[in-house]
C-alpha cells in the first residue's frame, strides 16, 4: 500500500517552454501532497504544500508563477514549470500524505527536468 | 524554522558490520522519518517515528523526543545498504517535512 507515483520519470525540454509533472497516490486519497526539489548531491528542498481544492501555500523564495502548482482531486496533484531555463533543470519529487493526523508521508520516484 | 542535523556525513563499511546513524533536531516535532534512497532517486520509507522504538528485520530505529534526537541502527550491514539516508522531521498542521543533509553509506563486500 502507501504508493505514489510521478510522470514523467526524465524530460528534456527547450528553455522557454512549460512542463508539467503529475503526482498521484494510486492507493489512497491524498489531501495533502507536497513538491521538493533535490540538486546533486545535496538534500530535499520544500518547494510547495497543496491541500486538494485550495490554492497551494509556496515557500519561501519558491516563485508561485513559474511553479504553478494544482491539486485538483484526492489522488493528483500537477506541477507546472513555466518558461523553464536551464537553471531550473533539477530532480523534482513529490509527496503524499494521507489525511489528517496521518503524518506520514510517501515519495514518488522523481522527475528529472533538463532544459537545453 | 527547525534545523536538522546528521551524522556521521558519510561511513564506510565492511559488509557484516553494525552501524548507527544519528538524527538530531533542534524543536519539537509531530512526524520523524528516515529514509534510504536508492541510486535511481527513489526515497524508501524505512521508519514513521516520532517517539519510541520500531525494529524492521535488520533496521531499528529509537526517538528520544524530549530529547531531541533519533538514531537508525543497521545490523549486519549488506552492500545493497550503500546509498543516501535522510532524516526528515515534520511540524505544524501540515506536518511539512525539514530534511537533513543525509548519510552516504558504503558497504564494501
Known amino acids: 500500500g502507501a504508493v505514489v507515483s510521478q510522470h514523467p520519470s526524465r524530460v528534456i525540454c527547450k528553455s522557454g517552454t512549460s512542463v508539467k509533472i503529475e503526482c498521484r497516490s494510486l492507493d489512497f486519497q491524498a489531501t495533502t501532497m507536497f513538491w521538493y526539489r533535490q540538486f546533486p548531491k545535496k538534500s530535499l528542498m520544500l518547494m510547495a504544500t497543496s491541500n486538494e481544492g485550495s490554492k497551494a501555500t509556496y515557500e519561501q523564495g519558491v516563485e508561485k508563477d513559474k511553479f504553478l502548482i494544482n491539486h485538483a482531486s484526492l489522488t493528483l496533484s500537477t506541477l507546472t514549470v513555466t518558461s523553464a531555463h536551464p537553471e531550473d533543470s533539477s530532480f523534482y519529487i513529490c509527496?503524499?500524505?494521507?489525511?489528517?493526523?496521518?503524518?506520514?508521508?510517501?515519495f514518488g520516484p522523481g522527475t528529472r527536468l533538463t532544459v537545453t | 524554522g527547525i534545523q536538522v542535523e546528521q551524522s556521521p556525513p558519510d561511513l564506510i563499511l565492511q559488509e557484516g558490520a553494525n552501524s548507527t546513524l544519528r538524527c538530531n533536531f533542534s524543536d519539537s516535532v509531530n512526524n520523524l522519518q528516515w529514509f534510504h534512497q536508492n541510486p535511481w532517486g527513489q526515497l524508501i520509507n524505512l521508519f514513521y517515528i516520532p517517539s519510541g522504538t520500531k525494529q524492521n528485520g535488520r533496521l531499528s530505529a529509537t526517538t528520544v523526543a524530549t530529547e531531541r534526537y533519533s538514531l537508525l541502527y543497521i545490523s549486519s550491514s549488506q552492500t545493497t545498504d550503500s546509498g543516501v539516508y535522510f532524516c526528515a522531521v515534520g511540524t505544524g498542521a501540515n506536518s511539512k517535512l525539514t530534511f537533513g543533509k543525509g548519510i552516504t553509506l558504503s558497504v564494501r563486500p
Open positions: 509527496s503524499a500524505r494521507a489525511g489528517t493526523g496521518m503524518n506520514e508521508q510517501y
